[in-house]
């Protein structure tokens, strides 16, 4: 019950990982009891028969596993570095994307995550806070967009790209925690992509999606697409 409290109060939408801790501390917990219970030895053998065959039964769904990728986040970082120029914009989104990227990326062109974060290196969570309080948070991003489009250089997208329909405003969230969500991200990160979609949209000249071929599955945790954005042009209403 302590551990689901920390949860609830943490928060964070729930992942696989969070439950590691409990599960370690519940295996401790039964050991001396199964150890009890396994006293005949028709019982202890019984025991590692158990645990042979559930094994056994997991390799048909964990075995595709082990091919898979935690993140593709290096082959993008490849490409791009081996075809953005100098002058051209990189955006990482959503910002969580950041951290691999920043392992991987090498380029002559510049980067910054979607909203712009100073550090890296970890999910700096403190700086994030401070720009879901902010009341125009991906202003300055936008803005880096605009000058690299006018000035003719190309504006790549590595992560999710997110367009919403023709005509159709994005959301604009007010400062956390004003919202009932209060501190989540999530709702942030989804009105910050579309918005970020919505400008290019209605200022690119050109948007294309860049083919990054990979021979073996990815996590969809971390699946990172590539697009790029050329040319400038205010469209009619457009901000």
Same mark, same amino acid.
């Given at each position: 019950?302590?551990?689901? /409290?920390? #949860?609830?109060?943490?928060?964070?939408?729930?992942?696989?990982?969070?439950?590691?801790?409990?599960?370690?501390?519940?295996?401790?917990?039964?050991?001396?009891?199964?150890?009890?219970?396994?006293?005949?030895?028709?019982?202890?053998? @019984?025991? %590692? &028969?158990?645990? *042979?065959?559930?094994?056994?039964?997991?390799?048909?769904?964990?075995?595709?596993?082990?091919?898979?990728?935690?993140?593709?986040?290096?082959?993008?970082?490849?490409?791009?570095?081996?075809?953005?120029?100098? /002058?051209?914009? *990189?955006?990482?989104?959503?910002?969580?994307?950041? %951290?691999?990227?920043?392992?991987?990326?090498?380029?002559?062109?510049? =980067?910054?995550?979607?909203?712009?974060?100073?550090?890296?290196?970890?999910?700096?969570?403190?700086?994030?806070?401070?720009?879901?309080?902010?009341?125009?948070?991906?202003?300055?991003?936008?803005?880096?967009?605009?000058?690299?489009? @006018?000035? /003719?250089?190309? &504006? =790549?997208?590595?992560?999710?790209?997110?367009?919403?329909?023709?005509?159709?405003?994005?959301? !604009?969230?007010?400062?956390?925690?004003? +919202?009932?969500?209060?501190?989540?991200?999530?709702?942030? *990160?989804?009105? =910050?992509?579309?918005?970020?979609?919505?400008?290019?949209?209605?200022?690119?000249?050109? #948007?294309?999606?860049?083919? &990054?071929?990979? +021979?073996?599955?990815?996590?969809?945790?971390?699946?990172? @697409?590539?697009?790029?954005?050329?040319?400038? !042009?205010?469209?009619?209403?457009?901000?």
């Amino acid at each position: 019950m302590a551990f689901g /409290g920390f #949860l609830f109060l943490l928060g964070y939408a729930p992942r696989p990982w969070y439950y590691l801790p409990l599960l370690a501390l519940v295996a401790a917990a039964l050991e001396p009891l199964l150890a009890e219970l396994c006293r005949a030895e028709w019982a202890a053998l @019984s025991r %590692v &028969v158990l645990a *042979v065959v559930l094994a056994a039964a997991l390799v048909g769904f964990e075995l595709p596993r082990l091919r898979e990728r935690m993140t593709n986040a290096d082959l993008v970082a490849g490409r791009l570095a081996a075809t953005a120029a100098g /002058g051209d914009l *990189v955006l990482v989104s959503p910002w969580y994307f950041g %951290v691999s990227f920043d392992r991987y990326y090498r380029g002559p062109a510049g =980067w910054t995550t979607v909203p712009e974060l100073a550090d890296h290196r970890i999910h700096r969570y403190d700086q994030l806070k401070a720009r879901l309080a902010s009341p125009q948070p991906i202003a300055d991003v936008l803005e880096r967009v605009r000058r690299a489009l @006018s000035g /003719g250089h190309r &504006v =790549w997208l590595a992560g999710r790209l997110r367009l919403p329909p023709a005509g159709e405003p994005p959301p !604009h969230l007010p400062p956390a925690p004003a +919202t009932r969500t209060g501190w989540q991200d999530t709702p942030y *990160v989804d009105s =910050w992509s579309l918005q970020l979609g919505a400008f290019l949209r209605d200022h690119a000249a050109a #948007l294309e999606t860049i083919p &990054v071929p990979c +021979t073996d599955p990815v996590s969809d945790r971390e699946d990172l @697409s590539l697009a790029v954005a050329r040319g400038w !042009h205010q469209a009619p209403g457009a901000r």
